[in-house]
């Protein structure tokens, strides 16, 4: 598994409540890799940071060009996508 192969596979389960698990069994079986091993404690720490933290309401506008910009590069990269709305 490569380093690009590694963060698509945590990116898949960021959501999961097994997440944590998989990330310290790919921090052990990636040990030797430093960028893997740096990639899975930042994902780790987020998490934690996430589950601790309390829900945080943006503002209407932020959220607004925040959606926009994040629907443009979904669009750049797949142009023949569907977006709902």
């Keep these: 598994m490569t380093s690009e192969e590694l963060l698509q ?5 960021i959501d999961d409540e097994t997440a944590m698990a998989l990330y ?3 921090a052990q079986e990636f040990d030797e890799c430093n960028p893997c091993h740096l990639v899975v ?12 933290g309390q829900p945080y309401q943006m503002p209407d506008k932020f959220y607004q060009q925040f ?6 590069k979904w669009k750049e990269k797949f142009p023949n996508a569907v ?3």
């Design 9 to 13: 596979a945590l990116n898949h389960v």
């Design 24 to 26: 310290e069994e790919f």
């Design 41 to 52: 404690d930042n994902i780790r720490k987020t998490i934690q940071l996430f589950k601790a």
């Design 67 to 72: 959606r926009m910009i994040l629907t443009q």
């Design 83 to 85: 977006i709902d709305s």
